[in-house]
Every structure is written in C-alpha cells, then in structure tokens.
C-alpha cells in the first residue's frame, strides 16, 4: 500500500502528520512525501491546505480525510483503516 504526503519544508503541521505516520504500527504502507514547491501544479492544487494525504491507487490518487493536527496516532490508525482501500 502506497501513501503520498503533500507537504513542504518548514510546515509544522505536515511534520507532525509525517512523524505520526511513522508511529503507526498496525498498517503496512510505504510513505512518499512530496514538496509541493518543487512543482507547480503541485503547489497550485495544495498550498492552502498542506498536509494533504492520500492514498495511490492504479487509476490515480485517493485524498483520505484531514484529522486535527491534535489527533492522536490512535486516532490516525482508525482514520486509516477506516478509509484505505485495498488494491488486489
């Protein structure tokens, strides 16, 4: 399973997400973190409501819902398991 990350440097919220992701123990992904400022549709499509994450699926990518940057990991397993869908 294949996650993405729309983040950039200097963003606490993103850094918190991304070090709560590498907190999640019962889920297995790999995580892809993306600087939204090294491409501009990127930038364009993200900059207002960095971090965006979203799950990469064969026909594109799925955004999951945004947790509260207060969100515990607990919380964010929930979230995950709730709305990842598995490709087969």
């Known amino acids: 399973m ?9 963003c606490h919220l993103c850094e918190g997400l ?11 992904f790999e995580l892809e973190v993306r600087n ?5 549709d990127w930038f364009n ?3 207002y409501t960095i971090p965006v994450l979203c ?3 064969p026909e594109g990518e799925k955004p999951l819902p945004r947790l509260s ?3 515990s990991v ?4 929930q979230m995950l398991q709730k709305n990842l869908r598995t490709i087969e």
């Open 2 to 10: 294949q996650l993405i990350l729309y983040s950039k440097p200097g």
């Open 18 to 28: 991304q070090a709560k992701l590498a907190q999640v123990s019962n889920l297995e």
């Open 36 to 40: 939204i400022n090294t491409r501009e």
């Open 45 to 47: 499509a993200y900059q």
């Open 55 to 57: 799950q990469k699926l």
């Open 69 to 71: 940057p207060r969100a």
């Open 74 to 77: 607990a919380k964010l397993e």
